[in-house]
């Protein structure tokens, strides 16, 4: 039996979704090993994921979004790092949950970086999920030492917004580690970084932008993205057009920014994730795996955790039934996706409020049912 659950945003952990089906199972068949494997897909909760599979917690201090200042944890093992960006500078680090489109920045997520590179690692996997800024990665660049000028030679603020009057780029103070390093991006978000589809145009009014604001925010990240594009650093990479490639768009534009100025390689989160676990040679043939999250719908079905968890079960040999707090999907779909069945959490309690509320509790009681129906 392995649990491989994503996070119930919101509510849940995906450590804590995994230890409430573990009691579940426990109290309905107390003689079948368990094993607790969760999972994330780049956003919210992916050290953590990392950690539970036994990766090693590094402390480091850091800025939020907005500067404010705080600690953030990333996950090391051999010489590769896992770096969350939700962890530094996402939503859930705004003061007060006051969103500032305009200003807040990656800045932070820079920092954790750099200690990174300073400890002597050379894959750095970065999450890219859950961010509060639009910044196309510059504040991130900034704490690695390049150098964002405006017209007079001045260094431009933090924020999304001063990226307007950028003009040209110094990489003479960027980390020397940078071209040692692999960088790859853990995300499953595949906008490019401008238009209709882009960064600003999908993202920002959830970070609290008005329509105005976003007019701004297209024009900043067109005017960097043009920046970038005809920096004075000749590397083939600035040959490219790094704002139409799937991915330049995720986190606000910090896939652009990584990609253009670290050179990274954008993948799907959970196939990084399961990838690094060894989520495959963790799970048997003949296995029954338990996945899900807060949602199991037509966004699932996208690259999120469970149905990447539930193809990597099936080449495996396992079969993989899922748990979410409500699921939209058909039996059909289920079946397409590789999973034998879904529990939601409103098949127990069809209020919300008191489902959200009550997720651990409700959840062990999945965890019995699923024991009961397919263990023998």
Request: net charge negative; proline share 6%.
């Amino acid at each position: 039996m392995v649990l491989a659950p994503d996070k119930f945003k919101g509510s849940l952990t995906a450590p804590e979704v995994a230890a409430a089906l573990a009691a579940g199972f426990a109290r309905a068949a107390p003689d079948v090993p368990v094993r607790r494997l969760p999972v994330a897909d780049g956003g919210d909760g992916t050290v953590a994921a990392f950690v539970a599979a036994g990766w090693e917690p590094v402390w480091v201090d850091a800025v939020g979004p907005t500067d404010m200042p705080g600690t953030a944890t990333y996950a090391v093992r051999d010489e590769t790092a896992i770096i969350e960006l939700a962890e530094v500078v996402g939503y859930s680090k705004l003061p007060g949950a006051e969103p500032d489109p305009m200003y807040a920045s990656t800045y932070g997520l820079g920092l954790v970086i750099r200690d990174a590179l300073d400890r002597g690692f050379r894959t750095i996997v970065l999450g890219v999920g859950g961010s509060a800024s639009s910044d196309g990665g510059a504040g991130m660049l900034q704490a690695l030492g390049l150098r964002i000028l405006d017209r007079n030679g001045n260094e431009l603020p933090r924020g999304a917004a001063p990226l307007v009057q950028a003009r040209t780029i110094e990489y003479g103070g960027l980390h020397p580690a940078v071209a040692a390093t692999t960088f790859v991006l853990a995300g499953d978000v595949d906008s490019p970084l401008l238009g209709p589809h882009g960064a600003v145009a999908v993202f920002a009014p959830q970070k609290g932008a008005g329509p105005e604001q976003c007019v701004e925010l297209e024009a900043a990240l067109n005017n960097w993205s043009n920046v970038v594009a005809g920096s004075a650093d000749n590397s083939s990479r600035q040959s490219q057009d790094f704002a139409l490639v799937p991915g330049a768009g995720a986190a606000g534009g910090t896939g652009f920014g990584a990609m253009a100025i670290l050179g990274a390689q954008s993948r799907s989160g959970i196939e990084v994730i399961l990838e690094l676990i060894d989520f495959t040679g963790r799970v048997q043939a003949g296995d029954l795996v338990v996945t899900g999250e807060g949602a199991l719908d037509d966004q699932t079905l996208r690259g999120k955790a469970p149905a990447g968890v539930a193809a990597a079960a099936r080449v495996a040999g396992a079969e993989v039934v899922a748990v979410a707090g409500s699921c939209t999907l058909s039996e059909a779909q289920l079946a397409a996706a590789g999973f034998t069945r879904c529990y939601a959490l409103t098949d127990l309690e069809p209020d919300r409020a008191r489902s959200i509320a009550g997720a651990a509790a409700l959840l062990e009681e999945l965890g019995a049912r699923i024991a009961s129906d397919f263990l023998p």
